[in-house]
């Protein structure tokens, strides 16, 4: 019998649901809140407001597109943390609510362990999957680390940043330089344009695999602010420099510990998930990596990247496997430990 499991991802400001058949994608919906653009960031009570009126068409839609029946369902699989826990309490509730209606289990999931484990999302262009074990640096807007992969269990930190997240600088960077919110893509895009060594901004490299990016977010406004005394158009007149150069600094920080920590470890296969992930010079940067390392580079498809439920049910599945079910007592962690 095939296995099919409904995936729920509300930790941020995405409401998601997807469908997974035997480890292959049906359907991934994604419903992301335009809401907190005008605010420059995510506002926790608006997201909760927003997941709260879109869950139940998102799920609706993504059964609906899978070609599936509620009934063919075997499991629920939800994010449970970490995240702002309004908004994960409407996944986990909606989530009980449904598996005590159709009586079926629930399976909890990390979200972190959910963007890694995007990998194994089968569809017609993923179609080769990590074998362990793998080092995968993993970039979100909350999180930087790098986790050495052993098993669908078994995930070991090896690396983290000691204060910012990759995304967060991109994120506050873009947005004292007036761009929209998430300022990662923006930046990207902007990127494409502009001369990646015009500026020098500072790179800080912490001791062993952690990370750090607050120096650089420092470096940054204090850069812009010299030059604006100068130039009140400063940034407008080399934006896509200032973010070429950015984005560069960015990503030589992430692809030089990945490159020790590959090395360190004697790893043969080295993978890049989270929101960061979609940033296109990271992907090449990764992929020139491995190239160069002769190691198997795993960069996800562009839409397992942010945040997606394809991810969250495809870690489900694997716990399905093994009948690791939750509780139907569990509450959502905003700091759920890794
Ligand atoms: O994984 P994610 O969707 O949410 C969290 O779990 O945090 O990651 C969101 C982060 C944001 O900081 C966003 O700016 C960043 O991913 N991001 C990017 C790009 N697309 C999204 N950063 C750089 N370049 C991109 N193309
Ligand atoms: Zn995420």
Do not use: W
Not at 37 to 62: C, F, K, T, W
Not at 95 to 120: C, D, M, T, Y
Request: net charge neutral.
């Amino acid at each position: 019998m095939s296995v099919i499991i409904l995936g729920i991802e509300s930790s941020c400001d995405d409401t998601s649901a997807a469908v997974i058949r035997d480890g292959h994608l049906l359907s991934n919906l994604i419903s992301t809140q335009q809401v907190h653009e005008e605010y420059g960031g995510v506002v926790p009570e608006l997201a909760s407001r927003a997941h709260q009126a879109n869950i139940v068409p998102v799920v609706d839609m993504a059964i609906k597109q899978a070609g599936i029946k509620l009934g063919d369902i075997l499991a629920i699989a939800f994010t449970r943390g970490p995240g702002l826990l309004g908004s994960l309490l409407v996944g986990t509730s909606f989530a009980k609510g449904l598996a005590i209606a159709q009586n079926i289990p629930l399976i909890e999931v990390n979200h972190l362990h959910g963007h890694i484990l995007s990998h194994f999302i089968l569809t017609s262009n993923q179609t080769q999957v990590p074998g362990f074990p793998f080092l995968c640096l993993l970039v979100s807007g909350g999180h930087t680390q790098l986790v050495l992969v052993n098993n669908f269990d078994d995930m070991q930190i090896i690396g983290k940043t000691i204060d910012d997240a990759a995304g967060e600088a991109f994120d506050k960077c873009a947005k004292v330089m007036g761009l929209g919110y998430p300022g990662g893509p923006e930046v990207d895009k902007l990127s494409a344009l502009g001369n990646p060594t015009a500026f020098r901004f500072a790179k800080p490299l912490p001791h062993g695999l952690d990370f750090s990016f607050s120096g650089l977010k420092t470096s940054f406004l204090y850069f812009l602010r010299d030059n604006l005394e100068k130039d009140p158009n400063f940034i407008e007149n080399r934006k896509y420099d200032l973010c070429a150069s950015l984005q560069h600094t960015i990503v030589t920080i992430l692809i030089d510990k990945l490159g020790t920590a590959a090395r360190k470890l004697g790893v043969k296969e080295i993978a890049l998930a989270g929101g960061v992930a979609a940033n296109s010079g990271l992907r090449d940067a990764v992929m020139r990596l491995g190239k160069k390392r002769g190691l198997r580079t795993f960069i996800p498809e562009l839409k397992f990247t942010t945040d997606n439920a394809a991810m969250i049910a495809i870690a489900g599945y694997y716990k399905f496997k093994k009948n690791e079910f939750a509780d139907h007592s569990l509450t959502p962690q905003a700091r759920l430990p890794f």
